[in-house]
Every structure is written in structure tokens, then in C-alpha cells.
């Protein structure tokens, strides 16, 4: 079953690799854009992080319609679980078999003695609103069982045996499944103790899938002017360099192919615009216009000449107004030591006092003419400004050709690298 599929009443679940056609490690926002575009989302997303780690920790994202939330890895905003928190929704097929028959949660007893079989001794786990659960795991599986109450009745509470709490659990009226969990690992234990683990893929590029659509880039300077001006894209299975002033929005075109046809319109006095294969190629004649890549996280300025003159790199940080607008658009600049996930806090200490740097600008979104002015608010009628107090402000820095987006006073939601000319 994939996305674009309307019925709902089944999903498949499959071990290692997803369920009702989200697929492990793939970008939260892909996942989301498609969602919305298919119909399969009729109200807004609900996202849980920490604000204080935006970039180590994890994001949570329930999906009430679909019954299910998505485990995002903070750094690469990759999906590494899959939860199933409502049975009620659809039901939820694996290997031919209705896991929920009726759309109810099924007992420990169907799920060890039929539906899937034994295996190993889960765990015992005391959760922090102090409850107990059994995390019962198979390869890219496991289930969550509520046993607070056989747990206090055994004489040696949270240090049973797990095979003698196995056997209690498969009485008749044993408790149902609270919660479910696909994932790529072999037990649930070592999911969590792996889901924040991130690919240092500045270096190399290692991810699951061979389609995947993380990038990213490294800002170098330039052979000859000695500028920050050339950046490497690294995909998973090719790189190429873009080069401000140099590169032509061809050769552009030809590694990226053609741009979103759904870009916001962009600050005055330049406006965005989009093209694709259908467009008379003689509106490239037109200059200065934006190449937008929400999936790749990069809006690129089309200057005199069709040459590149600015690139905008996102980071779809948690907590700004533009989150979940593009991919994550992960970077490295080594020449500063700075990086997507720096804490900017530590390179504005590092930095302030080079005669270059300067800011910050605060940025208010409630007046510029930008991408943000034109948002649609949903839900309940309230304020603009009611609705922006919700997100963090943004200040502006510059340093050299170097113009970062900072909220919290820490986090870099946006790079962009400005041609030194």
C-alpha cells in the first residue's frame, strides 16, 4: 500500500521497513508534503520536542488520522520508529494476518500464541509517570502491554522474572497491546538506545535508502579568490559544486532538474519564481528569480547574467515559523568551525569581536513582505499576531558573505551564502 492510496480500512505492516507506506528513514518532511498533497491530512500536525535540544534530541509527530506517530532522529529528521497508538482507525495486516481483528487492540495472548509466535523474553520497564509496561520485541517489532497491576502482585515487583511475567500475561483476560513499534532494529531496547544516533555523512553519506533525498553541503572557498563561495551538494549517491557567480542556472538545472512548482512568493524587491519543464525557457531571460527546492532544503538566486549569486540553506528547525517548509538542508562551513547544528551562542562568542561580524537584526515576520506573510492560519479564528507568538523570532547576523538566521538566541534556521562580489 503506498501514500497515495485513499483506502484507509488496511495497512500493511512490514518489520525493518514501515507501515501503511511511511518508510523507515525516510525525511519527516516528505512524508508530511505528501501526506497533505495526497489527502491523507485534513488537520494540522501536532510536533513534540526539546526546545533546548533541537538539533541531539528527538521530534515526535502524531498523525491522529492515520492513528500512528512518527520517532524523527532531531539531527537528520529521518523517521527510525513507526508507533501505532490507535487500533481503532485501521487494521493493521502482517503476513496475510489482521494484528487487530475488529479494529481492537489484540491481547498478549493473540500475539505470542497466534498471530506472530514466541520469542525472546521482553523487558520490564518503568515508565516516568511511574507506570509498568512489558515491551514484548520481534525483528523490527514490538508491543507495549500495560502489567502495573502483575507486577505489583509478584513478590519481587519490578525484578520478576520476564518468563514469569510472560506466563501471566498470556492468561485469557491478559491486558491488550497499548502501543505498537516498527522499527530497523531487533528489540525495542536497542531502537532507543539508537534513535538518536546521527550519520556523520559530511564525510561519507550512508543512509537505507538509495533514493533518499538528504543532502549535504559543504561551503569551501574558491581556488582562486580565496572566498567562501563554492559549495559542494553531496547526495547519497553523487556530488556536484555549485560555485556563486560562476554557475550557470543550466548546469543547475541539469543535476537538480526542475524546481518546486508551489513556492510562496519571495520578499520584495525580488520576487520568487518557479519554472518547470513546461515553462518558455525564455523567462530565464528575466533576472534575478529564486530556484526553490523545498525537498532538498535550498532556495538558490538566479542573478545577472543566469548566473548563482545567493544560496539559502534551511535547517526546518523545531520552533520557527517556516518548520516543516522544507527538508533539512544539513551544512558544514570548516574554514569558521561551524556547522547546521552548531550553537551559534558559542560561534557568536567566538566571532563578535572580528570587526566583520555583525547584528543582530531582528527579523519580524508580522510585517516583511516574505514567504511567511502569506500563511494560512487554520483552525479556530485568532489574532496574526496571537499566531506568531507561538514561534520564535529570528535575528539576523552577518559575517563575510555569511548571513545566518538565528532563533533562541542558539539555533540556525537558515544559511545564506551571498556571492562576495
Keep these: 500500500m503506498t501514500l497515495s492510496e485513499n483506502n484507509l480500512s488496511q495497512i500493511q505492516l512490514i518489520p525493518k521497513e514501515g507501515i501503511a507506506g511511511i518508510k523507515l528513514f525516510q525525511s519527516a518532511y516528505s512524508v508530511i508534503s505528501q501526506l497533505y498533497k495526497n489527502g491523507r491530512l485534513s488537520q494540522p500536525v501536532q510536533f513534540a520536542y526539546d526546545p533546548d535540544n533541537v538539533n541531539s534530541n528527538i521530534i515526535v509527530i502524531e498523525l491522529p488520522k492515520l492513528g500512528i506517530r512518527l520517532l ?23 503476513n496475510s494476518t489482521i494484528i487487530n481483528r475488529h479494529h481492537a487492540a489484540p491481547t498478549f495472548r493473540q500475539i505470542y500464541n497466534h498471530i506472530i509466535g514466541p520469542t525472546y523474553p521482553g523487558k520490564i520497564k518503568q515508565l516516568r509517570d511511574q507506570s509498568i509496561v512489558f515491551i514484548l520485541s520481534y525483528p523490527g517489532m514490538s508491543f507495549q502491554f500495560p502489567c502495573s497491576d502483575i507486577i ?41 538506545e539508537n534513535i538518536f544516533a546521527s550519520n556523520d555523512f559530511f564525510i561519507t553519506p550512508r543512509f537505507v535508502s538509495p533514493d533518499s533525498e538528504f543532502i ?10 580565496g572566498n567562501l563561495t563554492g559549495l559542494i551538494f553531496r547526495f547519497t549517491q553523487k556530488e556536484f559544486t555549485i560555485t556563486l557567480g560562476e554557475s550557470h542556472v543550466l548546469d543547475l538545472l541539469q543535476v537538480l532538474g526542475p524546481p518546486s512548482s508551489s513556492s510562496p512568493p519571495s520578499p520584495s524587491p525580488i520576487r520568487v519564481r518557479t519554472f518547470s519543464s513546461r515553462d518558455d525557457p525564455a523567462l530565464f531571460q528575466k533576472s534575478f528569480f529564486f530556484l526553490n527546492y523545498p525537498a532538498y532544503g535550498v532556495d538558490i538566486l538566479i542573478g545577472a547574467n543566469q548566473l548563482v549569486s545567493k544560496v539559502l540553506l534551511h535547517g526546518n528547525i523545531p520552533g520557527s515559523l517556516n518548520f516543516m517548509r522544507n527538508h533539512r538542508c544539513r551544512w558544514t562551513c570548516r574554514s569558521y568551525n561551524v556547522f547546521s547544528e552548531s550553537d551559534f551562542g558559542e560561534f557568536l562568542e567566538k566571532m563578535s569581536l ?22 494560512e492560519i487554520i483552525g479556530e479564528e485568532s489574532s496574526r499576531d496571537d499566531f506568531l507568538s507561538k ?30 562580489t
Design 354 to 375: 572580528d570587526p566583520k561580524f555583525s547584528g543582530p537584526i531582528l527579523l519580524n515576520r508580522s510585517v516583511l513582505d516574505s514567504p511567511d506573510s502569506n500563511i
Design 391 to 420: 514561534y520564535d523570532s529570528s535575528q539576523l547576523y552577518s559575517y563575510r558573505n555569511l548571513i545566518f538566521e538565528v532563533i533562541s538566541n542558539t539555533h540556525i534556521a537558515c544559511l545564506t551564502v551571498v556571492s562576495a
Design 216 to 225: 549535504c553541503v559543504e561551503i569551501q572557498r574558491h581556488t582562486k579568490s
Design 72 to 94: 524523527c532522529n532531531a539531527t537528520d529528521q529521518s523517521i527510525r520508529a513507526i508507533e501505532v497508538i490507535n487500533w481503532e482507525i485501521s487494521s493493521i495486516v502482517h
Design 152 to 192: 505489583q502482585s509478584s513478590p519481587k515487583g519490578i525484578n520478576s522474572d520476564p518468563i514469569d511475567v510472560v506466563h501471566m500475561l498470556s492468561a485469557k483476560n491478559g491486558p491488550k497491546c497499548s502501543a505498537m513499534a516498527v522499527h530497523p532494529y531487533n528489540t525495542w531496547e536497542t531502537c532507543c
